[in-house]
């Protein structure tokens, strides 16, 4: 049982490049979401979607953009990365609302932006 | 909007000490607290949650208080042990689809 994959694990792009992040979940969870994740700053939300065909704006979703197009795959895009995108991401994913139930986490995105 | 601060961002004990870890969080109609341990390199995973119809929670050595009148909640590990360092994060969800996640906390444990 894999849980929540992410891809790619480490990255590092120019300033101006884009990039996909791709999140797959096997749990059938209906909820998914990606956090960055930076020194000091915990884990703050960038977009989430509450099932297949939804997304919505966390707290901080400038930048980003997301897509849900399958139940299983969340897709985070950089349209044109900025070194303030440095960070770690995680994606994650519950069956339910996350309130009720736990959320799974994948192992983390190392992305540098240079 | 939703808040959840964090104290403290670090803390260090001696093996066998007690450890506390408090947040509080802004949202009135959050009614779900779930504790996540961090190890280096690793993901977050899940450790003790509490719901707002409950005060108290223990699993073993840790256990979860809940104060919803003061809009605090608190994280206390027994006993620690080197293996407890780690960083910890509070969190807050049920007053909308989000979960806001505090700052967190680095746990050392000395041995």
């Known amino acids: 049982n894999a849980g929540v994959t992410q891809t790619p694990k480490f990255r590092v792009l120019k300033t101006g490049q884009s990039m996909t992040l791709l999140c797959a979940q096997d749990?059938?969870?209906?909820?998914m979401y990606w956090y960055r994740q930076d020194p000091g700053m915990g884990l703050r939300l960038i977009h989430y979607?509450?099932?297949?065909?939804?997304?919505a704006k966390g707290e901080v979703p400038d930048g980003y953009n997301v897509s849900r197009l399958k139940k299983q795959n969340f897709l985070l895009g950089l349209e044109s990365a900025a070194p303030s995108q440095t960070s770690v991401y995680f994606c994650?994913?519950?069956?339910?609302?996350?309130?009720?139930?736990?959320?799974?986490f994948g192992q983390g995105t190392r992305l540098t932006v240079v | 909007g939703e808040n959840v601060e964090q104290h403290p961002s670090t803390l260090s004990v001696q093996e066998g000490d007690s450890a506390v870890i408090k947040c509080t969080y802004s949202?009135?109609?959050?009614?779900?607290f779930p504790w996540y341990k961090q190890e280096l390199g690793k993901r977050p995973q899940l450790i003790i949650d509490?719901?707002?119809?409950?005060g108290e929670k223990k699993d073993q050595r840790i256990a979860v208080t809940l104060n919803k009148t003061a809009k605090h909640f608190s994280l206390h590990i027994t006993e620690t042990q080197p293996e407890d360092s780690a960083v910890y994060f509070c969190a807050a969800g049920g007053g909308t689809d989000k979960l806001i996640f505090g700052t967190g906390t680095r746990l050392q444990v000395f041995p």
């Open positions: 749990m059938n969870h209906e909820y």
């Open positions: 949202d009135s109609a959050s009614n779900y």
């Open positions: 509490i719901r707002s119809n409950v």
């Open positions: 979607s509450v099932g297949e065909g939804t997304t």
């Open positions: 994650a994913s519950s069956y339910y609302q996350v309130m009720n139930t736990e959320a799974f």
